[in-house]
């Protein structure tokens, strides 16, 4: 057993500090946490978190590991010659890359995340590779491929297809390399030329196809859509998660209200005001189009969030210049539009374990998954502690 004593205790789902409390673990699962306890716990291995916050493990609901739009220029990986050439081995490097992504996420705090769509199913394999311990990262949850009606905009990470017929053979294909969600694009990616935003990009009819045989195989549906239309679409189909959700009129947000479903706001995809390190490596073109997309998109956030649609954090971290391992960031965003840190935490964790529907996480409770985070001051009062982790737990191990 691990024992964390001296611990301040958030436990995802009530607004309050449960204080010098003592947390066990009993492998990878809280076997009890009780507060202002002095048992000594000899025999044990204890931890002295000597004051220190712990919460449950972070969630976030889209990234992907598999991308790194905006690079670090001393620390790019060899993968095109210099005249732009993809090397025939490059699926290699995006694993490599893909191994240190996953790392870096862990040691931000998050226990669990979604990957939103690899690239050619190298997320296949690193999520065997994390499962049997030949890679550091969190329980990784992933998609395959994203389903599009259009080429992708990056290489690998799209399968495109057409019809009803078509999209329950793309389901299947996924299905057949053992995802643990089925990813639907149905609004063009943001850089796409000749891009509307009133398009969906599937027909109800085929969307539907798609939701029936995810349905079928137990397995949620998550979809990009920004725009009225492909909103409006996919959530009529019976969809389980809106991402994004750029410029939803009341409609829509209606919609979404009556079906319960989760919208993943993706605040940084994109922000209205972009990160320094993401102007530098755009054009101006882009950076407006960046620019405008994040108003529209954080106003519509915006007024969901105040009708009460559910959210659960969401990065899009390795798109649109966000970087891994600053997942928590999206907690203060939240905040921006809106949200109290204890929503925003709970965003993070309870909220984001439900519109998952994963079992027993999110929460610290007895019988619930050893996943935690140790965070040096109190979140609920000062949010910006979740940005430098002082430790972090999975599964009932201390991670270094
Ligand atoms: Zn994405």
């Known amino acids: 057993m691990l024992v964390l004593k001296n611990a301040n205790v958030f436990d ?3 607004e309050k500090i449960v204080k010098n409390a003592t947390v066990v673990l009993d492998g990878a699962e809280i076997k009890e ?10 025999n044990e291995e204890v931890i002295d978190l000597k004051g220190k916050y712990v919460t449950p493990g972070f969630i976030d609901c889209h990234v992907h590991f598999m991308l790194d739009e905006v690079p670090d220029k001393e620390r790019m990986l060899n993968d095109h010659s210099a005249g732009g050439v993809i090397f ?5 490097y995006v694993a490599f890359r893909a191994v240190e992504n996953a790392k870096k996420t862990l040691k931000a705090g998050f226990t669990t995340v979604v990957d939103g769509g690899g690239v050619d199913y190298v997320d296949v394999a690193l999520k065997d590779a994390i499962k049997l311990g030949y890679v550091e990262g969190p329980d990784y ?9 259009w080429t992708s905009h990056f290489r690998g990470l799209g399968q495109e297809t057409y019809g009803p017929f078509g999209m329950r053979r793309m389901v299947r294909e996924q299905l057949y390399w053992g995802v643990d969600q089925i990813k639907i694009e149905n609004s063009a990616p943001i850089r796409s030329v000749g891009r509307s935003l009133a398009k969906s990009a599937f027909t109800l009819e085929e969307m539907s196809a798609a939701v029936d045989e995810a349905h079928s195989a137990d397995l949620l549906v998550s979809v990009h859509a920004r725009g009225i239309k492909p909103v409006e679409v996919a959530v009529e189909a019976g969809v389980d998660l809106i991402c994004h959700g750029t410029g939803m009129d009341e409609k829509c947000i ?11 706001p993706t605040l940084a995809s994109p922000n209205p005001n972009p990160e320094p390190h993401i102007v530098a490596a755009k054009s101006t073109r882009v950076i407006e189009l960046l620019k405008e997309t994040g108003r529209i998109q954080w106003e519509s956030i915006r007024n969901a969030y105040k009708a009460g649609v559910k959210m659960a954090l969401s990065t899009d971290a390795g798109g649109v210049g966000i970087k891994h391992g600053e997942n928590a960031k999206e907690m203060l965003r939240m905040k921006e539009i809106g949200m109290s840190n204890f929503e925003s935490l709970k965003a993070a964790t309870s909220e984001a ?7 027993k996480k999110g929460v610290l409770k007895e019988g619930y998954v050893a996943d935690l985070v140790i965070l040096n001051d109190n979140p609920l009062e000062n949010l910006e502690t979740v940005c430098s982790v002082a430790g972090v737990i999975k599964g009932g191990k201390v991670v270094n």
């Open 12 to 14: 995802g789902i009530n």
């Open 353 to 359: 374990a439900k519109a998952m529907r994963f079992d």
């Open 141 to 149: 949850h992933i998609s395959g491929k994203q389903i599009t009606a």
């Open 33 to 42: 946490i009780i507060p202002n306890c002095n048992k000594a716990f000899e």
């Open 254 to 264: 209606e919609m979404l209200l009556d079906k319960g479903i989760y919208v993943l």
């Open 88 to 92: 025939s081995n490059v699926d290699s």
